[in-house]
């Protein structure tokens, strides 16, 4: 399982002339990516509410549906902060999509297993590992923004990003009505957004990547062990050496990006949040 996940391996920097344009292009590319890809993971989240009422109408009482929805929560709180440990040494490509794939698998569940709404306890368990799922959105989101994106840049992107779960939360509700027009069953609420969730998880899958290096996106200084694309900056004191511009400036370490964990990347993701420098 964890090497399903393993960080992709670091390419040979692309021609000098080419690394602009290719990083350029990526990072907006990449960002179409963990946008649309985090609001398919909304589409998902908010479906049994949607349900409720008709599960009412079968005998459920409030405080028995709302015990189960509890489950979401739980999960979600503990998955966020433990895959999120995961996410930080796996690949966002494949982490990602997956996370999405066990999501919708759950409620394609809810959609078409009788047994899914035959008990309190079986609905908890569901919705347990959906809410799991649910937290495998935001850790390689995250970590793709501060990846391809400076410390300057990151506070507009992440603000711009951020606006994915009020698109993801708003289809919800006419996906739900479309359902219900074209095939008058309750349970639209739940397979619906699951097949556009679907869809969500191949799109994502096929535009994210990894970290530049592992597309090339970045060129190694010969007398540092910082990847820059270099380009003087004016030097703030007197006699004091000129500074590089960090505007495609990754870290370079000794990771041959070959190892399932590389133990190096928390370091220098450490240092580059502090010198403003992008991280590998």
């Given at each position: 399982?964890?090497?399903?996940?393993?960080?992709?391996a670091?390419?040979?920097p692309?021609?000098?002339e080419?690394?602009?344009?290719?990083?350029?292009?990526?990072?907006?590319?990449?960002?179409?990516?963990?946008?649309?890809?985090?609001?398919?993971?909304?589409?998902?989240?908010?479906?049994?509410?949607l349900?409720?009422?008709?599960?009412?109408?079968?005998?459920y009482?409030?405080?028995?549906?709302?015990?189960?929805?509890?489950?979401?929560?739980?999960?979600?709180?503990?998955?966020?902060?433990?895959?999120?440990?995961?996410?930080?040494?796996?690949?966002?490509?494949?982490?990602?999509?997956?996370?999405?794939?066990?999501?919708?698998?759950?409620?394609?569940?809810f959609?078409?297993?009788?047994?899914?709404?035959?008990?309190?306890?079986m609905?908890?368990i569901?919705?347990?590992?959906?809410?799991?799922?649910?937290?495998?959105?935001w850790?390689?989101?995250?970590?793709?923004?501060v990846?391809?994106?400076?410390?300057?840049?990151?506070?507009?992107?992440?603000?711009?990003?951020?606006?994915?779960?009020?698109?993801g939360?708003?289809?919800?509700?006419?996906?739900?009505?479309?359902?219900?027009?074209?095939?008058?069953?309750?349970?639209?609420?739940?397979?619906?957004?699951?097949?556009?969730?679907?869809?969500?998880?191949?799109?994502?899958?096929?535009?994210?990547?990894?970290?530049?290096?592992?597309?090339?996106?970045?060129?190694?200084?010969?007398?540092?062990?910082?990847?820059?694309?270099?380009?003087?900056?004016?030097?703030?004191?007197?006699?004091?050496?000129?500074?590089t511009?960090?505007?495609?400036?990754?870290c370079?370490?000794?990771?041959?990006?070959?190892?399932?964990?590389?133990?190096?990347?928390s370091?220098?993701?450490?240092?580059?949040?502090?010198?403003?420098?992008?991280p590998?």
């Open positions: 399982m964890f090497a399903f996940f393993r960080p992709a670091h390419q040979a692309l021609p000098e080419h690394v602009d344009s290719t990083y350029r292009r990526l990072r907006w590319q990449i960002f179409a990516g963990i946008f649309i890809g985090y609001a398919g993971y909304y589409l998902l989240r908010k479906n049994f509410s349900a409720m009422p008709y599960l009412i109408e079968e005998g009482t409030r405080g028995q549906l709302g015990l189960a929805m509890s489950a979401i929560a739980i999960a979600y709180g503990l998955s966020k902060f433990l895959m999120g440990l995961v996410s930080d040494r796996s690949n966002p490509r494949y982490f990602l999509p997956f996370g999405l794939l066990v999501s919708a698998g759950v409620m394609f569940v959609g078409f297993a009788p047994w899914a709404t035959s008990s309190v306890t609905m908890f569901l919705l347990f590992i959906n809410g799991w799922a649910q937290g495998m959105g850790p390689p989101s995250g970590r793709t923004m990846h391809w994106w400076s410390q300057k840049e990151r506070g507009g992107v992440v603000s711009v990003w951020n606006v994915a779960h009020n698109v939360g708003g289809l919800i509700g006419p996906l739900f009505l479309i359902g219900m027009g074209l095939f008058n069953d309750w349970h639209a609420a739940f397979y619906v957004p699951a097949a556009v969730a679907l869809l969500v998880a191949v799109f994502a899958f096929i535009v994210m990547r990894d970290t530049p290096q592992s597309v090339g996106a970045c060129l190694l200084s010969s007398n540092t062990r910082t990847i820059t694309r270099t380009a003087t900056m004016p030097a703030t004191k007197k006699n004091s050496a000129p500074r511009s960090s505007s495609n400036t990754c370079a370490t000794k990771c041959s990006g070959t190892s399932p964990w590389p133990t190096c990347s370091t220098c993701c450490a240092t580059a949040y502090w010198t403003g420098h992008r590998t």
